[in-house]
Structure formats: C-alpha cells, structure tokens
C-alpha cells in the first residue's frame, strides 16, 4: 500500500491560500471541507469531494472526509483536511492518475511518500511504520521555557486531586488555556499522556497555580522523550481487540467515574480515550458498564472505519475488562433491581454481544492496560504497560534512530513542511 501527501494550494480561477488572512474574505469562494450537513449536490463543482465523488468514489459515512473506490482489485482512498490531501492505493498508476486529475483542477503541490502530516512525523522501516510529534513536542517545550527544567518521570503526582478551587486563580488564564490546547493535540500520538490532560482540561475555566504546576510537570515529563510516539508493526494481524475500565467515582469535584479504553488491530494500538462519565455511578460495577458500552460504540464506528478501507472484520471483536461483575451483567439479560435504572443506551452492548459482533473477556487488573487512561501509575507499571501499547521513543538507539535522519531534512522547512 502506497501513501502519499499532497497541498492544494487554491483554486486556478480563486485567491492564493491566505488572501483571508489580510481582511479579504467577502464574496471569495475557497475550497474548502464542507460540514457533514451538506449533500452532494451542494459541493463546489471544482472541490475535491465533488471530483472524487464524480470519479466513482464512495463518501464514508463514518467519515465524511474519506473517500474509497474499488475496481478490478485497484483500491484507492483520498483522506481530505481542509487543503491537505492524502491518498493511499495498492496501485502506484492510480496514485499518479488521481494525482494528474488533481492538479488540472488546482494548484497543488506533491509531497510525495508520506513523511509529515498536521505536525505528525512518519517513517518506515521493516518492522512497519513509526508515528510521532517531536517537532511539535520540542516547539510547546520551547515557548513554554520548559527546555531547561528538570525531568519529571511520570506525567502526573498519584493521588493528586485536583478541585476547582485549589490554589490561587491565574492573573492571566490563557496560558494555561493555550498550554492544554496544545497538549490535547498532542495526545494523537501520545495515550500516556491522555489521562494527565483530560484531568487538567477540566479546570479552563478559573486555573489556578496548583493547575498550572500540573500541567508544567506534564512538560517536564515529555522533556525526557521527545521523540516518543507509537509504532505499529507491519506483521500484524487484523483482529480487533479492545481494553475498557473505569475508575470509580475518581472524580473529587463531581464524584463521577473516568471512562479510559485502548484499542488494538492486531498489536497496533488504533484508537484510546479518557473521558470523564456523564453520570454518577452507584458501583465499581455499574461504572465498568458504562464503560463498555462506550468502547463498544467505539469499535463499531472503527469496524466501519475498516470496511470502507476494504479490511472486514467477520469475527468477533474481543472487550478485555477486569471486573466479573460487569461482565455478568452484560452476558446476563434478565432484570436486576440495582441495575434498572440503567439508561437503555448502555444496553446496547447485550445487543453486539447477541448478534455475535462482541465478545467479553476478563483480564486481570495487572494486565488491564487502559489502567493508563483512568489513573495515575507509578513510572514502573506505567511503562510496562507502555511496552504493550508500542509506545516506543523513536529517536532511541534501541528503535535504530529511524527518524534522526529524518528530522535532519524536515524539521527547519517551516511551513512548507507543516502543511502537507
């Protein structure tokens, strides 16, 4: 399978890309990503969705930005951001059609195989395909002034509980606003970090110094590996498998649980979260419920997700969690006085599990690796489950320095990198 990234510039009968940037906007029409509200009908002739939809290519339903086509064993998949194109085919002639088609319509411009993408670096090898943020981790270090500071081995202090009214409010609040935006970005590549930032994003608001302090030890703790990021190995199988828990009533300002889930293709880690639960949960057993109808929302979307990039999935998808209770209630249909009051929604994982698409399991605490997206770890346990997930650092001498060289070619191009 063959990637390649691509910049359309603006249309040949348009403005050049940033004319709104100078007060310029009225009547201007850019090509641009329509919301998902839109029909076919009311694209731009000229937009990027209304040629690939003109050229037999099928709109994903779960994603309005990807668009499949298959024909005489030929796949070819655009992804769109804005002006930021991938496209991705098991024929190299399709890549370079597709690419001709495009360049008639607008000014683009050829990447080539994909190396950067939206402040991600990728690289291969031949184990399979290394992901990361280096650049991007080393640039928040910089304008933070954290490059000099101290290391920290864990993002965040266990058993820290953090309110809302704890410390002194921040004269100037939109520094510590613009410091989680940008971890939260972040997270694409970094699930270690994901429980640290879902907890500090609860208090952008009023932050005080007590937060702020969180937060600058979450950057001490990238300062130790920069190049940290995921690695998904190319002889991996395409089984789905999926780790769900939840961290009863954790939450000291609403009493509410934290939802956490990583899922697995093969060994890749594809998809992971930690949310905080919309509601309070009267037991450890209801809250590990609600969690695995959440994940179990998640695996459906991505088993669509995969069958448009013409990966089936027919067997059964595996939800690893480690409470017995929960995994009672969900194989057990019949009505339970302390679990009535149960909105129908979460129910829906009976369902998957009837129609044969789910399938639970139990997993030890000690092997449960979402343990990462629901609470504080100390830096062992942190790692070893780390190790499990293919979080690796990329720049290491262990992972063969994959991207030293690459960083050396890319990393001061500025913006004609960064937009890809």
């Known amino acids: ?26 009547n201007i029409a850019v090509a641009v990503t329509h919301p998902r509200a839109h029909s076919d009908s009311d694209y731009d002739e000229d937009s990027t969705e209304s040629i690939a939809l003109t050229k037999s290519f099928s709109q994903s339903k779960a994603d309005y930005s990807l668009f499949t086509r298959e024909a005489h064993g030929i796949f070819v998949a655009i992804l769109v951001y804005v002006d930021d194109i991938l496209v991705a085919s098991n024929d190299l002639n399709s890549v370079h059609a597709l690419k001709s088609l495009l360049h008639s319509k607008f000014k683009i411009k050829d990447l080539g195989k994909l190396r950067y993408f939206l402040g991600t670096e990728i690289a291969r090898s031949s184990k399979g395909i290394y992901l990361c ?66 907890t500090l994003s609860q208090f952008l608001a009023t932050p005080t110094d007590v937060h702020l302090l969180a937060a600058q030890k979450v950057l001490r703790y990238l300062k130790v590996a920069p190049g940290q990021g995921l690695f998904l190995p190319n002889s991996s199988s395409f089984q789905l498998e999926a780790y769900c828990n939840s961290n009863w009533v954790s939450c000291p300002n609403t009493k509410r649980s934290i939802n956490g889930y990583c899922v697995f293709l093969g060994s890749s880690l594809i998809s992971w979260k930690s949310k ?145």
């Open 1 to 26: 399978m063959t990637v390649h990234s691509i910049e359309k510039c603006y249309k040949l009968n348009g403005y050049p890309l940033g004319h709104e940037l100078h007060g310029k906007t009225k």
């Open 276 to 420: 905080k639960q919309a509601v309070v949960s009267q037991s450890s057993a209801e809250a590990e419920y609600h969690s695995m109808a959440a994940t179990c929302s998640e695996l459906m979307w991505l088993r669509f997700i995969l069958a448009a990039l013409q990966v089936h999935h027919p067997q059964a998808i595996l939800l690893y969690c480690d409470n017995q209770a929960a995994i009672h209630i969900v194989a057990n249909p019949i009505f339970h006085e302390r679990t009535k009051h149960i909105e129908l929604d979460h129910h829906l994982i009976r369902d998957r599990i009837q129609e044969g698409n789910v399938c639970t399991r139990y997993v030890p605490r000690s092997a449960q690796v979402a343990n990462t997206m629901t609470k504080v770890l100390s830096s062992k346990v942190l790692h070893i489950h780390l190790s499990k997930m293919g979080v690796v650092n990329l720049y290491a001498s262990s992972c063969g320095g994959v991207l030293e060289n690459e960083s050396q070619q890319h990393t001061n191009k500025g913006k004609e990198v960064a937009i890809t």
């Open 133 to 198: 943020q280096r650049k991007y981790t080393l640039d928040i270090l910089a304008d933070s002034g954290n490059l000099g500071s101290n290391i920290a081995k864990v993002p965040m202090e266990q058993n820290l509980k953090l309110t809302q009214s704890t410390g002194i409010p921040l004269s100037d609040s939109s520094v510590y606003r613009r410091m989680i935006g940008r971890l939260l970005y972040l997270t694409i590549s970094r699930p270690d970090i994901s429980f640290s930032i879902q």
